[in-house]
């Protein structure tokens, strides 16, 4: 079946330590994105990337880092520059053409900083 | 800018009580309006979709209708299960406004958790 993969589940980190999130599709789908999400404030933007080897800074993308190697593949590294690492990340994607029909997300993995 | 809002929660009903979940929109242009579901411990999910003024989306008994003129997309169901507890995301996009790729980003709102009870 089609769908999206994220890796671990559940993170720890220890203060001062980069951690990469992996994010896997085989959908087909052009666009990728990242999500941070904490209790009570919703969805934010950290990356996005709409074709293989171009990724865009979305609304809160300090601190972190993507690439966009493969169509399929879009791993997210949480730097030690992130101050407050601590949420549940979500990982969607979408597919191009005149018609929206939204993203499909991954499971997620929580991150906790230790 | 673009923007979504949601009624605040959390919302606690009894089992096949009526619901209806308040989402209101700002957009410049055109945009398309979905309902996410999220279930505890997992990602987001599609529940319905409208993309023009008056469209009804649908699915699993849950209906939202697109209202251009009070800009609102109103998540409703006439008889909740204790399975629908969640947390629901209202959001919109609008097609252009990030490149001719055909991928808008979505903005969502800030969620509105919903328990039933049996």
């Known amino acids: 079946d089609g769908g999206i993969t994220q890796s671990p589940k559940y993170l720890f980190r220890k203060e001062g330590q980069n951690v990469t999130l992996s994010c896997e599709q085989n959908?087909?789908?052009?666009?990728m994105y990242w999500y941070r999400q904490d209790p009570g404030q919703g969805l934010r933007l950290i990356y996005y990337?709409?074709?293989?080897?171009?990724?865009q800074k979305g609304d809160i993308a300090e601190g972190y880092s993507v690439s966009r190697e493969k169509k399929e593949s879009f791993p997210l590294t949480v730097t030690s520059a992130q101050k407050n690492p601590t949420a549940f990340y979500l990982c969607?994607?979408?597919?191009?053409?005149?018609?929206?029909?939204?993203?499909?997300f991954g499971s997620g993995t929580r991150l906790t900083v230790v | 800018g673009n923007s979504v809002t949601q009624m605040e929660g959390p919302v606690t009903l009894s089992e096949e009580a009526f619901l209806t979940i308040n989402c209101t929109y700002t957009?410049?242009?055109?945009?398309?309006l979905f309902w996410y579901v999220q279930y505890p411990g997992e990602g987001l999910q599609l529940l319905l979709k409208?993309?023009?003024?008056?469209d009804k989306g649908s699915n699993k008994g849950f209906e939202a209708t697109y209202r251009k003129e009070t800009t609102s997309f109103h998540l409703e169901k006439g008889s909740v299960q204790v399975s629908d507890s969640a947390v629901y995301f209202c959001?919109?996009?609008?097609?252009?406004?990030?490149?001719?790729?055909?991928?808008?980003?979505?903005?969502f709102g800030t969620g509105t958790r919903l328990t039933i009870i049996p």
């Open positions: 969607a994607s979408s597919i191009s053409g005149f018609e929206n029909y939204g993203y499909t």
């Open positions: 959908l087909n789908h052009d666009a």
């Open positions: 990337s709409q074709i293989v080897n171009d990724f």
């Open positions: 957009a410049t242009g055109y945009p398309s």
């Open positions: 409208a993309t023009k003024a008056d």
């Open positions: 959001a919109l996009s609008v097609r252009g406004q990030v490149s001719n790729f055909g991928n808008e980003k979505l903005t």
